[in-house]
């Protein structure tokens, strides 16, 4: 049996590489994807804690369901986002698209 | 003969490819092998999900990442098409800064996340009951405003990706032209 | 100790029967895929008055296996300016989902890789898995026409995918399972569900057509315009891979996905006394709809890509909403019984087959409205 404990830090780290991506890379896209990962990691963290501590009814499990839901909405709003600026100006570059800045 | 070595064993090729696919992603430099190995990393995470004997999640896991968010990402990764630029060009201007916050709070939670330990479950069967219960039952609420937001977001990405209707005409004139 | 089968250990059967599974499904893939180009030709040269194969062999069985022969000793061509990572990877992601699919298909009574409670999910997620190898393809091939043909064909299968599932919701609203065995249990003799819902089985055959790439929904493969869609680079056993086993494996496991769901799997007469027959009933009625898949393609006409799209997102995803609607209302009012289902789906079948025509009309009068009054005046010539 795999202690909690080993999912956690799995959970743990693939967070903070997708935490790290967001803030270091330029790409728009690989932002995007960045924040998949993270979202990911915290499905992990979810899941385990629910099967581990034996959630009645999955409660744990249920989250990770509106987690989907939130990832597939975000993706398809920020890639929404990032094509009309790239449409603007063939760039995606986020410290490049900065039309709003005052 | 029993085959309880198979679990770590497959669990610690799991972490691996999740972990190694995982930085992979932040510091390739071509789009869409980073795409791809992004589509690696939650195949590896819904193994993980099946390890941990929630096969519906890890079903929907498979769905709704690679099947669906991946091949969107690849859209986007082929209308913005930028050639491979030089590694200088990669990282923002904060990158120092960026690092040492990201490693300040990682170490400790890092360190923090083995101390979890959980007494053994009792052995039960797959998600797939209590999951629908929950959803039917008393999350049901949440379910329907999830299905809302769902509408919503078509809605705004259709809105936004739309061209004006007069610079589709006047591309429209042009190629009669 | 417990026993399993045939004496074994259940630990030891237990890989043992996936590593027969996977051999087993390889083998019927493999020759599947040649039964099924061989039928393919003759059918339609039957249909089209024509005479088909018939040099090589008796009747010319052997035409496929001499193609085979003739693509896997192909040189391997991999044209310069594509991707090779993703230009080798791309037949492998095609053909991984469809080979691992054959593990939940139930063939008789106990012959089956896993009876997995989550089987026509699992089945869903494999095949929406096809998409990313297709679109990788169309990418890795560095051509115009290849990436059109992937990116439409993602498109088609992401949106077909949708009528897809949502007929298979209301079979497990019916049913009130996800795993194909207990489906299979659930239509005892005769009364198979395509009695009780066949405005789902509709919607999904429909469907099914478009997601396996045939006619009238072969868009991506439109020679026509596109070439050969996203397989325009590809060649010898890679080709093979891809269009061969691939498609056609995936035809084999869609029909068969129709079978157990609303034909009653492997029942038949006589299954109760030698369960082994089942396999032969499967197979048949397996073949039945590869055959209709065939007649259809030898029939019908391709469709545009945009009446294709708004075949599916303005005619199947509406209806099959609706379906769930009244399926899964009338599920709750009538627990009991599955006649109130069964009459307002045949309604529902009723109502779609009398109302094509009838929009059809008043589209194409919307269609005709609209060229005459953006009609350049006709000059005579000078």
């Known amino acids: 049996m795999i202690p909690l404990g080993a999912y956690i830090f799995v959970s743990a780290v693939l967070f903070f590489i997708g935490c790290a991506g967001v803030l270091v890379r330029r790409n728009a896209v690989v932002i995007l994807m960045c924040v998949e990962l993270m979202l990911n990691a915290a499905n992990l963290a979810f899941v385990a804690f629910s099967r581990r501590y034996g959630a009645i009814d999955e409660r744990g499990s249920v989250f990770v369901v509106f987690v989907f839901v939130i990832a597939a909405a975000e993706v398809a709003v920020g890639l929404g986002i990032v094509l009309s600026a790239y449409r603007n100006r063939p760039v995606v570059d986020v410290d490049e698209i900065h039309a709003m800045k005052g | ?177 | ?382």
């Open chain 2, 1 to 177: 003969m029993t085959f309880d070595f198979v679990e770590p064993i497959v669990f610690a090729m799991l972490s691996v490819g999740v972990i190694a696919a995982g930085a992979a992603v932040v510091l390739i430099n071509r789009i869409t092998a980073a795409a791809l190995l992004m589509a690696f990393t939650f195949l590896c995470m819904a193994g993980m999900f099946v390890l941990l004997g929630a096969e519906t999640i890890a079903a929907f896991q498979v769905l709704i990442y690679v099947g669906a968010i991946t091949v969107l990402i690849l859209y986007g990764v082929m209308f913005t098409k930028s050639g491979d630029r030089p590694y200088a060009l990669f990282f923002q201007h904060q990158t120092p800064i960026a690092a040492i916050f990201v490693a300040a709070i990682a170490i400790p939670v890092l360190l923090l996340a083995f101390s979890f330990n959980a007494p053994a479950p009792p052995p039960r069967g797959g998600d797939l009951p209590g999951l629908a219960t929950s959803v039917f039952t008393d999350f049901a609420f949440p379910f329907e405003i999830a299905s809302v937001l769902l509408l919503a977001a078509m809605v705004g990405a259709i809105v936004l990706t739309k061209r004006d209707e007069a610079e589709g005409a006047d591309t429209r004139r042009r190629e009669r032209r």
């Open chain 3, 1 to 382: 100790m417990p026993i399993g089968p045939f004496g074994l250990d259940p630990v030891i059967w237990a890989p043992l029967r996936l590593v027969i599974a996977v051999g087993l499904a390889l083998f019927l893939i493999l020759n599947g895929a040649l039964l099924q180009i061989y039928l393919e030709r003759k059918i339609q040269a039957i249909i089209q008055d024509r005479l088909g194969p018939y040099h090589v062999g008796p009747f010319g069985l052997l035409q496929t296996f001499a193609d085979a022969l003739k693509l896997i000793a192909k040189e391997d061509v991999r044209p310069s300016a594509t991707d090779a990572w993703f230009f080798v990877a791309a037949p492998a992601l095609v053909f991984c989902p469809m080979l691992a699919s054959w593990l939940v298909l139930p063939f008789a009574y106990d012959i089956t890789g896993a009876d997995l409670n989550i089987g026509l999910l699992y089945l869903t997620t494999l095949g929406s898995m096809t998409v990313l190898g297709i679109v990788i393809a169309g990418w890795a091939s560095n051509n115009k026409y290849a990436l059109v043909g992937g990116l439409r064909s993602a498109g088609q299968l992401i949106s077909y995918e949708i009528p897809q599932i949502l007929a298979l919701v209301t079979v497990a609203l019916v049913v009130g399972s996800l795993s194909m065995r207990t489906i299979t249990a659930s239509q005892p003799g005769p009364l198979v569900n395509v009695l009780v819902l066949p405005f789902s089985f509709l919607v999904y055959f429909i469907a099914a057509l478009a997601e396996t790439n045939r006619t009238p929904f072969d868009l991506p493969e439109a020679e026509s315009e596109l070439v050969a869609g996203w397989l325009t680079e590809y060649s010898g056993m890679r080709w093979g891979t891809m269009l061969a086993l691939s498609e056609y494996g995936n035809v084999t496991v869609v029909c068969s996905i129709i079978v157990t769901l609303w034909f009653g799997g492997w029942q038949g007469p006589g299954v109760d006394a030698l369960p082994l027959l089942g396999v032969v009933w499967f197979t048949l009625k397996v073949y039945a709809f590869i055959l209709a898949f065939m007649w259809i393609r030898a029939t019908l006409p391709r469709l545009r890509i945009d009446q294709l799209m708004s075949f599916c997102w303005k005619g199947l995803i509406p209806v099959s909403l609706l379906n769930i609607l009244v399926v899964a209302t009338l599920a709750l009012a009538f627990p009991s019984s599955r006649v109130p289902i069964a009459i307002a789906n045949w309604l529902l079948v009723v109502a779609f087959v009398a109302g094509i025509p009838f929009v059809q009309r008043r589209r194409l009068a919307a269609l005709r409205a609209r060229a005459r009054a953006t009609a350049q005046p006709v000059r005579a010539a000078s």
